[in-house]
């Protein structure tokens, strides 16, 4: 690139970044207040049958993999159903990005309800023994 | 990208709890998360759910990311994957057309704006490791047209007859920096 050129460019680079909304960067800022440091992360496994195209009543079903339990989920109409497996007692918060909203027990066979259905964004954290684990974020 | 070592130094002091370096990267990547968004037409409150959602999933990742370089990729294709997947929630409710290929994996369009974006990035880079007295001659050498130079003379108190070297000087060290070396080098016209 010669210097007219460079310099187009390089003030294309710049107009292009002061055209980005103020909100788009201090919501990144602020998601670093998110950050879990003390919990292990459980990843939706490629297999979870999330963003498929489903009827409204159709049962759609979400698994999330840590390293020694996975948490699978069935999202249904008014609630989510899920298990712990293997089996644990324990507690299950799902949280959106404002904090907890809802939270659980997780029964000796590893069931729990979470309920009402998130809108938007959310994650599910769960203590059970000496575990923390928390899923990655999702949006049904 | 390939090597940048500013966003290597960057992705491990925000995994070390670095506030700052995280709200560097924030910085130097809203412009790319922001442009996708405005590509598939996606604005306002949406664009702001689906910056959230990219930048948390991006926070959560900062402890497992391998190759920082592969950085810009990765975000381009999360927030590409989340505008497509609001698009076709809204399909459900009405009738939206198929113009930004929502059913399509390739898309050559979106390749050439995530190397437009990679290049602007790193011009971003470079521009910021200039000194200050090059930073100050060249924003005000992008308007177009550009000032004249009598009134750059007397805004930076550079003579009239040095700002065409120092013009020169400060771009040949812009093209120089190892960031924008690899992009440029990468696509010559």
Redesign the interface.
């Known amino acids: ?1 010669n ?1 007219d ?3 187009a ?6 107009h ?2 002061s ?3 103020e ?3 201090e ?3 602020s ?2 207040a ?4 003390d919990a292990e ?1 459980a990843a939706l496994t490629p297999d979870s049958a999330v ?1 498929a ?1 489903a009827e409204p009543a159709a049962v759609r079903a979400l698994t999330f993999a840590a390293r020694d339990l996975t948490i699978e989920v069935e999202v249904t109409d008014d609630a989510l159903h899920g298990q712990v497996v293997p089996p644990r007692r324990g507690e299950i918060e799902l949280r959106d ?1 404002s904090g907890v909203v809802a939270v659980a027990q997780v029964d000796d066979v590893g069931w729990f309800v979470l309920g009402p259905l998130p809108r ?2 959310f994650r599910l954290h769960l203590h059970a023994g000496d575990a923390v684990v ?1 899923t ?2 999702i ?1 049904i | 990208m390939r090597d940048d070592p500013t966003v290597v130094g960057l992705v491990e002091l925000a995994r070390h709890g670095d506030a700052q370096a995280w709200d560097d990267l924030v910085a130097r990547y809203a412009p790319l998360v922001w442009a996708i968004c405005r590509r598939y037409g996606v604005g306002g409150a949406d664009a702001e759910d689906v910056a959230a959602c990219v930048w948390l999933r991006l926070v959560e990742r900062l402890d497992t990311i391998r190759e920082p370089a592969a950085l810009p990729g990765w975000l381009a294709t999360t927030v590409r994957r989340e505008c497509l997947a609001l698009l076709r929630s809204r399909r459900r409710q009405v009738l939206v057309g198929d113009e930004f290929g929502l059913d399509t994996v390739d898309d050559p369009a979106f390749e050439d704006l995530l190397l437009t974006q990679e290049r602007h990035i790193a011009l971003r880079a470079a521009f910021d490791n200039l000194p200050e007295h090059c930073r100050r001659l060249l924003t005000l050498l992008f308007d177009d047209p550009p000032a004249p130079y009598a009134e750059i003379s007397s805004s930076t108190g550079t003579p009239v007859g040095a700002i065409g070297p120092t013009r020169r000087r400060c771009l040949d060290k812009l093209r120089s920096d190892p960031a924008l070396a690899a992009v440029a080098g990468a696509e010559q016209p």
């Open positions: 690139m210097d050129e460079i310099l460019a390089l003030a294309a680079a710049r292009s970044a055209d980005v909304p909100r788009i960067r919501i990144g800022r998601a670093f998110w950050r879990t440091v992360l963003g195209r990005r938007g964004m928390v990655e974020w949006t």
